[in-house]
């Protein structure tokens, strides 16, 4: 379940921009959002992966091809 994830990442999102909309800006802190909305990126992404080669074991090869051309036409698994 990436809802954690998807919540952490707005999370991070809004600590971002609430530093630009300061007084002073912490580049620092900025900076480590940066890095934790990274890492919370690249989970994600071994999340969906996982998902997606879990899911591409049960389907046959002509399956797979039907997924991989819907998954293509939509910009992938990790286009929003």
Request: charge should be negative.
């Amino acid at each position: 379940n990436g809802a954690p994830l998807a919540e952490q990442m707005r999370g991070n999102h809004e600590k971002i921009l609430e530093q630009l909309k300061a007084k002073e800006i912490d580049k620092a802190a900025i900076e480590q959002l940066r890095v934790e909305q990274l890492k919370t990126m690249d989970e994600v992404s071994k999340q969906m992966t996982q998902t997606i080669l879990a899911i591409a074991e049960l389907l046959t090869p002509e399956q797979r091809v039907k997924l991989a051309e819907n998954m293509s036409k939509h910009g992938g698994w990790m286009h929003n």
